[in-house]
């Protein structure tokens, strides 16, 4: 199967397909950031093994397909978790950026995109073993004690800090890659945009969440919708 028709009809990539075509919708002048998740990797149920996984042949493939369907005639500028799976999807992503004459640049790994702080290998064993939205939602609810993980606020207030804070400053044109982790990405909506985790929407590999902000407001697309946010444009006004 070529590229183009792996693209195009793998499930898994559904909504990263989204994500893209709402882009490339978005006014090029208009300040945009995406949070996406790793391209694939191969599954494992060994918790210290998916710390070191890199991406699988299908995965750099993707990613390189992800970077040549960007908004055209953006400034790209791409953050990532220092975990090499998300090294290697933020270097792909950034050549086939430049394949298509695009400019993209890799910027820094943040901390912040690895994760909350806490018990790595704690935190992996109890996703697996109650499934990733419901340990999501223990975290929400305070019911994982902060020996495993800190408090979803602390984790929360340094994502609007470090992630929205930055993107606060996007010039015109700009657009913010940033490459992390499905749990990253789920508890950011869950706690910026009230989004409650569920299997059916859970973070695909290259899936996540864009914003836009010009005159009229501020936008967020997450699960296949665009919709107008005033919890993201709280967040901006305070910063």
């Not at 408090?151 to 913010?176: H, M, N, V, W, Y």
């Not at 789920?186 to 989004?195: D, V």
Request: charged letters at 25%; proline letters at 4%.
């Amino acid at each position: 199967m070529s590229d183009v028709a792996e693209w195009e009809s793998s499930d898994w990539l559904s909504e990263a397909r989204w994500l893209l075509t709402w882009a490339n919708q978005v006014d090029v002048r208009t300040p945009m950031m995406m949070v996406i998740r790793h391209s694939h990797r191969e599954l494992s149920d060994n918790v210290q093994e998916l710390r070191t996984h890199g991406l699988s042949p299908l995965g750099h493939r993707m990613a390189l397909k992800f970077g040549e369907k960007l908004p055209p005639s953006r400034d790209v500028r791409i953050f990532y978790s220092p975990r090499l799976r998300c090294i290697q999807t933020a270097c792909d992503i950034a050549e086939g950026y430049h394949a298509i004459g695009g400019n993209a640049e890799l910027i820094s790994d943040i901390r912040l995109l690895l994760g909350p702080y806490g018990n790595g290998e704690k935190i992996g064993e109890q996703m697996m073993q109650v499934g990733g939205p419901a340990f999501v939602a223990k975290w929400s609810e305070k019911q994982v004690s902060s020996d495993i993980i800190e408090p979803i606020k602390l984790f929360c207030d340094r994502f609007i800090t470090d992630i929205i804070g930055r993107f606060a400053e996007a010039k015109s044109g700009e657009l913010q890659l940033y490459v992390t982790h499905d749990m990253v990405i789920m508890g950011a909506r869950l706690a910026l945009l009230k989004t409650q985790p569920t299997d059916s929407n859970w973070t695909h590999f290259l899936g996540g969440f864009a914003a836009a902000v010009d005159e009229r407001g501020s936008y967020v697309f997450e699960n296949g919708e665009a919709r107008r946010s005033p919890e993201l444009a709280s967040f901006l006004a305070d910063l």
